[in-house]
């Protein structure tokens, strides 16, 4: 599936009723009527049951108008208030609110104190609301009048949905104004945004269902939208079947270079996360004060000492050792554990300049290129990056708060500037290519905001480099990952660790072989 972009799902909507000859009016009838249904299978019947309907003067509004007439029809009672001026009605909302009126409804207009009284009484009694006030063309701060409709609903508590977006999120960012509202369910339209996908508007979205409205199914398949969900059937063909005659070395060799003195935790995770994943064998290279300890502590990974610092941490003497071992691997994992020495760094930095293997860089890696992002573009093959947002924030020199306001733009921006992957991990991991083509995944939870998790993560990318299609193995990665930590979750909630996550990596990618 893919995801849209407000200026996209604009267009969208202009070509259905422009190229297709989809009235507007029947879009918008279908759009309030799966309102209206959503809503009553979430309240278990709406028949004896007070409504208050809020809506704008755009075509969200227009919605909601729609939405009130089917709930009424099925029993419910009715206080509608139009947040926004009356004169400023799109013609289909304004039309739906006339009919709404003849049936015997009141559309009452916020304009005096009295007014707003009359909204604060209803929301104190009422069994539901039904958010129509603003949709994807909202960015930035809201007017007032919405932004105080909006604290007086959140502060009630009553049971909300929203139609396309909540009232205070932006559908390209997620970003939130001062006062948004906070729903329980959001029903949208064509496709899911963007701002359905990241915090704060994830949080404020509640459950979220996806109708088409009866937009013509090519338009919401444009290879111009360039954002995709990441779900099964979309990942599923990405892995490579594994043929009857495979051995260890045909499903990938995978060199780690990882660990430092304390660290030994996230070398240890990345590497086994490689097997588990399903490469055939793993090799971690470490500082050689650590190899005997991790030797004990690891079975199937293999060991590799390099030359390290008198901190305990890989040397950049160690440099042509790491270059010569790497030329037997298919593909080569920097980064976790590895420490911030400047000595690392430099290793960190020769090395990825010089390997002729395909690159995950990961954590303290991804550190040591801060200001020297150039070097990317003259790597032998376009490196994966999989920083987190404080990472990726360092990285561009911006604060995370910066970051998360443009999110999409940004990281678009750096992947085709540096020729880079980008696995940017959050609430809801992102990928971006160079060529602009984003996925964002369906899978994760909150109690995989573990430390070690991130180290799985690239573990598991590195694993699939030679069992997926040619550059796709930070999608598979993403998915298989999430859906691990969901099968981890189910068992134990948010109090799992990230090797709960690492021993159900097997069991993620049975599902989809």
Known sequence: MKIALANEMKKIDKRAIEEYGVPEILLMENAGREVATAFEEYLG??????????????????????????????????????????????????????????????????????????????LRFVDGVVDGILGTGFSGGLRDSAARVVRMVNSHGKPVISI??????????????????????????????????????????????????????????????????????????????????????????????????????????????????????????????????????????????????????????????????????????VGPGLGRTQETQTFVQDFCSAVKKPLILDADAIYAFRGKTEAFKNFAFVPILTPHLGEMAHLLELKVEELRTSLLDMTREAAH????????????????????????????????????????????????????AAGLAPLAGVYIHGLAGDLAADEKGYGLIASDILENLPRALRTLC
């Open 45 to 122: 019947g709406v028949a004896g049951k007070r409504l208050c309907i809020l809506a704008g003067s755009g075509n969200n509004g227009g919605d909601a108008f729609v939405a009130a007439r089917h709930l009424m029809n099925h029993g419910a009672q009715l206080s509608i208030f139009l947040v926004g001026n009356p004169a400023h009605l799109t013609k289909s909302a304004a039309l739906n609110r006339d009919i709404i009126i003849k049936m015997g409804s009141v559309v009452h207009v916020l304009e005096t104190e009295r007014d707003w009284d009359k909204l604060q009484v209803t």
């Open 164 to 333: 396309d977006l909540p009232t205070g999120i932006e559908a390209d960012t997620g970003c939130a104004a001062p006062e948004a509202i906070q729903a329980d369910l959001t029903v949208t339209f064509g496709l899911p945004k963007f701002g359905h996908m990241l915090c704060p508007g994830e949080t404020a979205t509640g459950k979220l269902l996806v109708d088409d409205i009866g937009i013509p199914k090519a338009l919401l398949e444009d290879e111009e939208i360039r954002q995709t969900y990441l779900d099964e059937p979309t990942v599923a063909p990405i892995l490579l079947p594994r043929p009857l005659d495979a051995h260890k070395g045909s499903c990938g060799r995978i060199l780690v270079i990882a660990g430092s003195r304390g660290m030994t935790g996230a070398a240890a995770l990345a590497s086994a996360a490689v097997l588990k994943s399903g490469a055939g064998i793993s090799v971690l290279a470490l500082p050689e004060s650590l190899h005997e300890v991790m030797e004990g502590k690891l079975t199937e990974v293999m060991t590799k000492p390099l030359a390290e610092t008198a901190a305990g941490a890989i040397d950049v003497a160690a440099t042509s050792e790491a270059l010569a071992l790497a030329e037997g691997f298919d593909a080569v994992l």
């Open 417 to 468: 500037e540096y020729h880079a992957v980008f696995v940017v991990k959050s609430e809801c991991t992102t990928i971006v290519y160079p060529d602009g083509q984003v996925f964002i995944t369906s899978k994760g939870n909150a109690g995989m905001a573990t430390a070690g998790a991130g180290d799985v993560l690239a573990g598991t990318i590195a694993g699939l480099m030679k069992q997926t």
